[in-house]
């Protein structure tokens, strides 16, 4: 009887290999973790360690290491000495998380951090246990966070941290919940929290001086829990009023872990605030133990005041700048002595969100103002639970604006200060980790600075007859008519059809009705926004065959009525990736367009990740019913630091690219690069590029290729 083929499931071949002894795995880390290691700290006790281990645990630890030391040898390290015994806990999928939630936190806030959270695994098991029906965060962070975005209030982001608190700014939930025997439950326990840390900032929890409370107890950290439980249940009575559905079902979650004491009775009254809870926290501070509930979140003050406070100088220069903006555009400027420019405000209806509403009001009549302003009003009120008086007086719009606007200083990225309106977080994808590192690249938009026409004088002069070729060639696109058949209207009879349905008669059949032709003129229904590489490979000849691309690209364009927007991109390491806008979607193709065109310059390297997403996302908010979005490159995606060069690069721009494609965007690339076939099928597929081998024909094969992509 022959023998069964060996398997191919390399995990099954690892189980069954022979396990590495201590000399070939000590050498292994020895080679990984060099840059770490000395006389006193050598590989040895982590090999021991490793030695007794199945092969199949073993490959799994040195494979992660290998990974993790990309990123740091330190944190490396630290993972390998921890991972015998995490492994006891975790199985691999979970391990997986383990790893990926430690680097995230060392990407978030360095090497202590990630090293406590490697060490913290025993925390992590708790939360991992009953894998089989567990919920990841990210199997539920977009769902989450299309539920937020329809709850009143400031909009908030959602990522990922070991506990589940918020800043204000992101609510943070945690990496995996198995709280219940089933995931349907398990989501809910997730829904409850993020809903929860929503109601901390739309209720108040933060508009009171809690330090100072806290300072007159024993203990402040006993205080802070208490005062975070009835926090809680105050809450859980303002979710009952807006949100009853939902209330229902924190209450099955939390069934027999509800206190019944009646001095909490106050808190559940609608009017009830957070200053409620401070007062019930000096009587019960001594006697009250709050009971266990599977939602319950943290109060994390002082990073949420933080936040907050630079929020609230930001957002007061912003306002005050936006209702001098509206005060020009309703020419109110008052004389001496009058009222005409004063600004007030108003009780008005409630709101989506049961708070009491207010109507912005100018010289006594009310102003509608613009969703921005509207959107700053909001926020402020949540901070202060009103608009004080010295916001209503305008400020100097440029002074305003620049207080309010930091964006060309990256020093405050990372440290939670920069403003919402300035800079941009976007994930980046791992492909070692297999995983995103979060927020982990901050992108800016910044203007191209508009110089003189003379060069799009020069380009129109030089390619005179072939930009009015391309002109008629997009009018006859834009009045083609599609000619439909077998239609039950029509001015003409379709043959083919009459001969079919005659065929079917003498068959016996009934004689179809639809046997005319009609023409139909397409509606042309698209959005394209163009992505042009400013890198500073693109100097010299390049750079001039992309300005004299855009250029007749816009003229033909502005016969065929196409919506349309032209960005550059580039950036240098991932602390300043950048957005250079030449033409948005709304911006007529003027003289400041031509301008800006003129002045496109090679600037830094090629970080196409980021800018993709920045751009798809910008894409999304157009209503179309085909979306393009059409990259103008040299060559592949670069850049200074972070590993960006070769693989990582690639990956990620590849996984930014099937983002935007699941979006429903349809991404393509125009390249001059002679390499392009060594990785471009792999970035777009296929047929979704092309080579441009001439820089000199640059110019109208773009024209050529928009009207192939478009008919």
């Known amino acids: 009887m022959s023998s069964p083929p060996p398997s191919s499931d390399p995990r099954l071949a690892a189980l069954a290999a022979e396990p590495f002894a201590t000399a070939e795995l000590e050498l292994r880390l020895d080679e990984v973790l060099d840059a770490v290691l000395s006389t006193r700290r050598t590989a040895t006790r982590l090999a021991e360690a490793l030695a007794v281990l199945p092969r199949g645990e073993q490959d799994f630890i040195l494979h992660w290491t290998e990974v993790v030391a990309r990123t740091n040898p330190e944190m490396a390290y630290q993972f390998a000495a921890a991972a015998p015994a995490a492994l006891q806990r975790l199985d691999h999928a979970a391990a997986e998380a383990w790893i990926v939630q430690a680097m995230d936190a060392y990407d978030r806030e360095g090497l202590y951090r990630g090293s406590a959270e490697l060490k913290n695994f025993d925390q992590f098991a708790e939360l ?60 809910q326990v997730y829904k409850a929290m993020a809903t929860m840390l929503w109601a901390q900032t739309r209720y108040g929890t933060f508009n009171t001086d809690l330090d100072a409370t806290l300072s007159g107890f024993s203990s402040p950290q006993r205080a802070l829990e208490l005062v975070n439980y009835l926090e809680t249940v105050r809450l859980e009575a303002r979710i009952g009023l807006v949100l009853p559905g939902l209330a229902r079902d924190m209450e099955l979650l939390r069934a027999g872990h509800s206190s019944c004491d009646p001095r909490l009775a106050r808190l559940r009254q609608p009017d009830a605030g957070p200053e409620d809870s401070l007062v019930l926290l000096r009587e019960l501070y001594e006697t009250f133990t709050p009971p266990r509930c599977c939602y319950i979140v943290e109060l994390h003050w002082d990073q949420a005041m933080a936040i907050r406070n630079a929020r609230i100088r930001r957002e007061k220069a912003q306002f005050r700048a936006g209702l001098s903006r509206l005060l020009a555009e309703h020419d109110a400027g008052a004389e001496d002595g009058d009222d005409a420019g004063r600004f007030s405000v108003t009780p008005s209806e409630p709101d989506s969100g049961d708070q009491p509403g207010v109507a912005l009001m100018l010289a006594g009549k009310p102003v509608a103002p613009p969703a921005n302003l509207q959107q700053l009003m909001d926020s402020i009120r949540q901070d202060l639970g009103e608009l004080p008086d010295d916001y209503l007086v305008p400020g100097d719009d440029r002074a305003c604006g620049e207080a309010g606007r930091s964006e060309n200083d990256p020093a405050d990225v990372w440290n939670g200060l920069y403003p919402q309106g300035g800079a941009f977080f976007y994930n980046e994808w791992d492909c070692r980790r297999r995983h995103y590192r979060k927020n982990w690249c901050v992108l800016r938009e910044v203007d191209v600075h508009p110089v003189g026409t003379e060069f799009v004088d020069a380009t129109l002069a030089k390619y005179g007859p072939q930009v009015a070729q391309l002109k008629r060639t997009f009018e006859m696109l834009r009045g083609e008519d599609r000619l439909l058949k077998r239609q039950p209207e029509g001015n003409d009879i379709d043959f083919d059809a009459v001969i079919s349905a005659y065929a079917d008669m003498k068959s016996g059949m009934e004689l179809a009705d639809r046997l005319l032709t009609r023409r139909h003129k397409a509606e042309r229904d698209l959005a394209v926004m163009f992505m042009v590489d400013m890198s500073g490979s693109t100097k010299g ?125 349809k991404p393509f690339c125009i390249t001059i690069d002679r390499e392009a076939r060594d990785y471009l099928p792999h970035l777009y597929g296929p047929v979704n590029w092309t080579l441009v081998s001439e820089v000199a024909r640059l110019p109208l094969k773009l024209a050529d290729i928009y009207r192939r992509l478009t008919s």
């Not at 990841?136 to 982001?157: E, I, K, P, T």
């Not at 918020?166 to 945690?174: E, G, K, Q, S």
């Open 128 to 187: 991992a246990s009953g894998s089989s029906n567990a919920q990841s965060f990210d199997d539920v962070a977009q769902v989450l966070q299309l539920f937020l975005c329809g709850l009143s209030g400031r909009r908030m982001r959602i990522e990922n941290a070991p506990r589940p608190y918020t800043d204000t700014d992101t609510i943070y939930l945690p990496p995996r919940i198995a709280t219940f025997s089933g995931r349907e439950e398990n989501f």
């Open 541 to 665: 000849w390049i750079n001039d065959a992309e300005r004299e691309a855009l250029v007749m690209l816009c003229e033909a364009l502005q016969v065929l009525g196409d919506r349309y927007a032209i960005y550059g991109f580039s950036g240098i390491t991932r602390k300043r990736c950048e957005i250079f806008r030449i033409k948005r979607f709304e911006d007529p193709y003027d003289v400041r367009v031509r301008g800006r065109i003129a002045g496109i310059r090679p600037q830094d390297y090629t970080r196409m990740g980021a800018a993709i997403r920045h751009l798809a996302s910008v894409l999304n908010q157009v209503e179309a019913r085909t979306k393009l979005l059409i990259t103008l490159s040299d060559g592949k995606p670069d850049d200074y630091s972070d590993n960006y060069r070769g693989e990582y690069g690639i990956e990620d721009t590849r996984q930014a690219l099937i983002e935007a494609h699941c979006s429903g965007i």
